[in-house]
C-alpha cells in the first residue's frame, strides 16, 4: 500500500503562486510516476502533470505549459506542483497520483490517489 498526503492548496488572487505537494509513503520502493490531476465542479477530472521518478522526465497539459512545473525528491517520496500566474479558470480541486508500474501520462491507470487539496483562484 501506497499513501499520498497533498498540501499545500487553498486560495490566492490570479496572477499568483501556490506549491503543492505529494509526499508518498509506505511501498514506494518501486515508483513509477507521479503525477496532478485536477477536477472542478461539474466537471471531469483532467490531466494536469506528471514526472517519471527514474529520469525526472516530466509531461504538462497544454492548459498550463509556461504557468505550472512539476519536479520531484526522490529521497523524500515526493512530488510538487509549482504553480504560476494562476488563473480563476484553474480552481479545482488538485489530485495526486502515483504509479508503481507503467502507467500513461495522462491516463487514469494510476495506482493510488491522494484526497484532494482545494485550490481556489479569486479574480
Known amino acids: 500500500q501506497v499513501q499520498l498526503v497533498e498540501s499545500g492548496g487553498g486560495l490566492v488572487q490570479a496572477g499568483g503562486s501556490l506549491r503543492l505537494s505529494c509526499a508518498a509513503s509506505?511501498?514506494?520502493?518501486?515508483?513509477?510516476?507521479m503525477a496532478w490531476f485536477r477536477q472542478a465542479p461539474g466537471k471531469e477530472r483532467e490531466f494536469v502533470a506528471a514526472i517519471s521518478w527514474s529520469d525526472g522526465n516530466t509531461y504538462l497539459a497544454d492548459s498550463v505549459k509556461g504557468r505550472f512545473t512539476v519536479s520531484r525528491d526522490n529521497a523524500k517520496n515526493t512530488a510538487y506542483l509549482q504553480m504560476n500566474s494562476l488563473k480563476p479558470e484553474d480552481t479545482a480541486v488538485y489530485y495526486c497520483?502515483?504509479?508503481?508500474?507503467?502507467?500513461?501520462?495522462?491516463?487514469?491507470?494510476?495506482?493510488?490517489w491522494g484526497q484532494g487539496t482545494q485550490v481556489t483562484v479569486s479574480s
Open positions: 497520483a502515483y504509479a508503481y508500474r507503467y502507467a500513461a501520462p495522462s491516463g487514469y491507470e494510476y495506482d493510488y
Open positions: 509506505g511501498r514506494t520502493f518501486s515508483s513509477y510516476r
